[in-house]
Each structure stands twice: as structure tokens, then as C-alpha cells.
């Protein structure tokens, strides 16, 4: 079985940090792509950040980059995606998906608010 467990997130401040952890399980993490996506009311999903199985490929959205950061230890199956300078317009609801199908985490919000 599949699952996708994220933790971290929470309430910021503007330009305050947060990190966020998805471990993984039921599958072979270490050969799979693995995504950061977020999602506001009212809008589509949308992919943040994503990154290769060896962590040789990564990219970001234009809206992210140089602020947020994916990373992932294949020995824990686990991935992060740090985010540094957080911006109000960053909150939304984060979840991690894998490539090996339509799993996802459970979702964990981040809101950016003074």
C-alpha cells in the first residue's frame, strides 16, 4: 500500500522559513520523480517543485525559485521542500505526489501572515 505521510507546515511570518516532510512507503521511492504541488481555494493544483530519483534534476516554478528548495534522502524515503522568504501569496495547501501514480500526501497547510 501506498502512502504518501507529509508533515511540517504551519502559520509564518513574511519572510520566515518553514520546512516540509513527505516519508514515504509501499513502494521503491529511490527510482521515482517526486513533486511538491499546493493548491489555494478556488484554483487548480499546481506543481511547485519537482525532482529526479537520484536528485540530479530538479525544477521549480518561476514563482519559487530561489526561495524554496526540494530535496530527498532515498535512504529514508522521505522529501523535503524548504522554503525560505516566504511570501503571503505562498500560502495554500502543500502536498508531495509521487510519479509511480495518482498518490498523493495528505496535504498540510502554510500560511504566510503577519
Known amino acids: 500500500q501506498v502512502r504518501l505521510v507529509q508533515s511540517g507546515g504551519g502559520l509564518v511570518q513574511p519572510g520566515g522559513s518553514l520546512r516540509l516532510s513527505c516519508a514515504a512507503s509501499g513502494f521503491t521511492f529511490r527510482v521515482y520523480t517526486m513533486y511538491w504541488y499546493r493548491q489555494t481555494p478556488g484554483k487548480e493544483r499546481e506543481v511547485v517543485a519537482s525532482?529526479?530519483?537520484?536528485?540530479?534534476?530538479?525544477n521549480y516554478a518561476d514563482s519559487v525559485k530561489g526561495r524554496f528548495t526540494i530535496s530527498r534522502d532515498n535512504g529514508r524515503n522521505t522529501v523535503y521542500l524548504q522554503m525560505d522568504r516566504l511570501k503571503p501569496e505562498d500560502t495554500a495547501v502543500y502536498y508531495c505526489k509521487s510519479a509511480n501514480g495518482p498518490y498523493w500526501g495528505q496535504g498540510t497547510q502554510v500560511t504566510v501572515s503577519s
Open positions: 525532482i529526479s530519483s537520484t536528485g540530479s534534476i530538479i
